[in-house]
């Protein structure tokens, strides 16, 4: 069975720090590209970031970009992402995807296999 499972998440403060992992089982994670999205109530939901499988390139949205480093451990058939110097913007339901993710203009575009049910960020003072 095909599965993706985040972890991670929680309450922090402003300028606070949070490592959320994304665990695949029934399939091997560095056979996909891998992302994080956001999806914060009342919003659509929005990519973060993105690695992907053949060079391990990594795209990031323009505001988390120098905040958040997405990183893969194949060993662990795990992708993490870190998220520094938090913002109350930044409080969301964080769901990781695997498929492809390719640069485009403006950033990255995505199409996305599987789905994590999500793990929630609040950051608030």
């Known amino acids: 069975q095909v599965q993706l499972v985040e972890s991670g998440g929680g309450s922090v403060q402003p300028g606070g720090s949070l490592r959320l992992s994304c665990a695949a089982s029934?399939?091997?994670?560095?056979?996909?590209?891998i992302g994080w999205f956001r999806q914060a109530p009342g919003k659509e939901r929005e990519g973060v970031s993105c690695?992907?499988?053949?060079?391990?390139?990594?795209y990031y949205a323009d505001s988390v970009k120098g905040r958040f480093t997405i990183s893969r451990d194949n060993a662990k058939n795990t992708v993490t992402l870190q998220m520094n110097s938090l913002k109350p913007e930044d409080t969301a339901l964080y769901y990781c995807?695997?498929?492809?993710?390719?640069?485009?203009?403006?950033?990255?575009?995505?199409?996305?296999?599987?789905w994590g049910k999500g793990t929630l960020v609040t950051v608030s003072s």
């Open positions: 995807a695997a498929g492809m993710c390719v640069p485009s203009p403006g950033g990255y575009s995505y199409g996305m296999d599987y």
């Open positions: 029934g399939f091997s994670l560095d056979s996909y590209a």
């Open positions: 690695i992907d499988t053949s060079d391990d390139s990594t």
